[in-house]
């Protein structure tokens, strides 16, 4: 980093997502963060910018001094809020339950299976630039705030067939159902979850519980 912030960058940083380090301001601001090593531009469409842990440490100094209230001489534009619930446009979601809904092994769909092996580089990345340590064989906090979504993105990416991802009773861990609970197991496992093997005595099923992994 060769020189400080400009204030326009320095709201972005100050605004920015506390847990994932998601940044929002002008496009000229976030690309200046970039070269400065305090940002990363996603490579994956819509290329949305997160904070490095140079970043984070930067929010964190920045959370720390008092706000000034002298408005800057020409404001930034407002940003335009994303469409959806809460997600841009183009924004990838994991099928949470595949067999009678979702591709089958016998009937692959390569466009899916693209859009899939993308979905969990980006994932892999966002851990890398997430983590503090910079791991990415852990998962990162999106993945814990989104457990349903994250499971079964592991578990596709995995090629894993006839499973069911849904929230369980237990607040840090969600239920994957499904014939074939020892694969499901070993995918997720290899994706950084941890998983404990149950059985449903009402349904006279087995399934699993799984959560995101801390160490």
């Known amino acids: 980093m060769t020189r400080q912030p400009s204030a326009a960058q320095r709201r972005a940083i100050r605004t920015a997502d506390a847990e994932s380090g998601l ?6 601001a976030l690309a200046s963060l970039v070269t400065q090593g305090l940002a990363l531009r996603h490579p994956r ?14 929010r964190e100094r920045l959370a720390a001094e008092p706000v000034r209230l002298v408005p800057p ?10 469409s959806g619930a809460g997600e841009p446009p183009g924004v990838f979601h994991a099928r ?7 591709s ?13 092996r993308s979905a969990w580089a980006g ?23 989104h457990l349903t979504q994250a499971a079964a993105l592991a578990l596709e990416a995995g090629c894993c067939r006839g499973y069911l991802v849904s929230e369980s009773a237990q607040p840090q861990a ?23 093997a149950h059985a449903d005595r009402r349904a006279g099923a087995a399934y699993l519980l799984a959560s995101p992994r801390r160490v």
């Open 174 to 196: 969600v239920r994957v159902d499904g014939p074939d609970s020892r694969t499901y197991a070993e995918t997720l496992e290899r994706a950084g979850w941890q998983t404990s």
């Open 45 to 58: 469409p819509p290329h949305r910018h997160y904070l490095t842990p140079a970043g984070q440490r930067m």
């Open 23 to 28: 940044l929002q301001g002008p496009s000229a």
């Open 96 to 102: 949470t339950a595949t067999g009678s809904a979702g």
């Open 104 to 116: 089958t092994a016998a009937d692959p769909d390569p466009v899916r299976a693209r859009e899939v």
């Open 123 to 145: 994932l892999i990345e966002m851990r890398r630039v997430t983590n503090p340590d910079r791991s990415v064989e852990r998962p990162c906090d999106w993945e814990r705030t």
């Open 73 to 82: 001489p020409e404001p930034d534009p407002v940003p335009v809020p994303e």
